[in-house]
């Protein structure tokens, strides 16, 4: 079966779609001057309006995104994805809200089509699924965001990470654009490609630090720090600025690509430390 929304929805209560087939949401839910209770969608869902509630929302199957960039809003409340989140051709972007609460998302952007921006903002988040796929994503606006598994970031845009904590990897690629951290304390970060790459916070791994294809400036800012369990291996063919502490219980290699320089103004430590410059 299937259900239908093709009216806008505000009323107080809480509410609740169950389809087997496809829940087909085409108008906006609490868009109004009343917003539900709570939002449950049980069935595989596009997601063709805007969503808020007062309290939590949750898909517990797939989600696709169609006609326009979609938001989705939670006054006092988690938003919660079980499934997969998609886009219909046209890459659109999905701005979650969750001030009070948390965002659990699994895997965003698949099936050969990234979202738009992925922008989220809450009090916690967390990274369930292994992939996100997207033109750009922001999760400064969240307090804290926890890798439950290990997670790969690709997109064509700007990366701007808030703090981040969890046993597992990170792994980096924006293509074209920055990467902008902040603090984190995780197993392993790697970072393959990037125009220019900033740690603005004190970013802390039991694993390695691993940065490659780092095609303009990589900052480790006064403010921040790289303190790695494992090796911190920076090679790009760009310039490196060292304004922050690096400490590795392995080796450290900073190398980088001829007429580029190696400004280092703060301690460096680990097991052996190589640096290479404009060759």
């Given at each position: ?160 990470l808030g703090d981040l904590i969890g ?54 800012a006064a403010a921040g720090s790289i ?22 219980d392995d080796d450290i290699a900073l ?25």
């Open positions: 079966d299937t259900v239908l929304l093709d009216g806008a929805l505000d009323i107080p209560g809480p509410v609740s779609f169950d389809a087997e087939v496809l829940v087909d949401i085409d108008a906006a839910i609490g868009g109004g001057t009343t917003a539900p209770a709570s939002v449950t969608v049980d069935g595989t869902t596009e997601l063709g309006a805007d969503v808020k509630a007062d309290g939590a929302i949750t898909f517990q199957d797939s989600v696709e995104l169609t006609d326009a960039d979609r938001t989705l809003t939670s006054n006092d409340g988690d938003v919660s994805f079980a499934g997969a989140v998609t886009s219909e051709a046209g890459n659109r972007a999905l701005t979650v809200s969750a001030l009070s609460g948390n965002i659990a998302v699994q895997d965003l952007g698949q099936g050969g089509i990234a979202l738009g921006a992925v922008d989220l903002d809450a009090d916690t988040a967390d990274f369930n699924g292994t992939d996100i796929d997207s033109a750009s994503i922001d999760t400064t606006g969240v307090g804290l965001t926890t890798l439950n598994v290990d997670v790969s970031i690709d997109t064509t845009g700007l990366i701007t046993a597992h990897q990170l792994t980096l690629t924006s293509v074209g654009a920055d990467v902008e951290l902040r603090d984190a304390a995780i197993q392993a970060l790697i970072i393959d490609d990037a125009d220019s790459v900033d740690f603005n916070g004190n970013f802390d791994t039991t694993g390695s630090v691993t940065l490659s294809g780092i095609t303009e400036l990589t900052t480790i303190d790695a369990g494992g090796k911190v291996l920076i090679d790009t063919v760009a310039n490196i600025t060292i304004s922050g502490t690096i400490e590795a190398t980088n690509g001829a007429g580029n320089t190696i400004v280092i103004d703060a301690a460096i430590t680990g097991a052996t430390v190589d640096v290479t410059s404009g060759t």
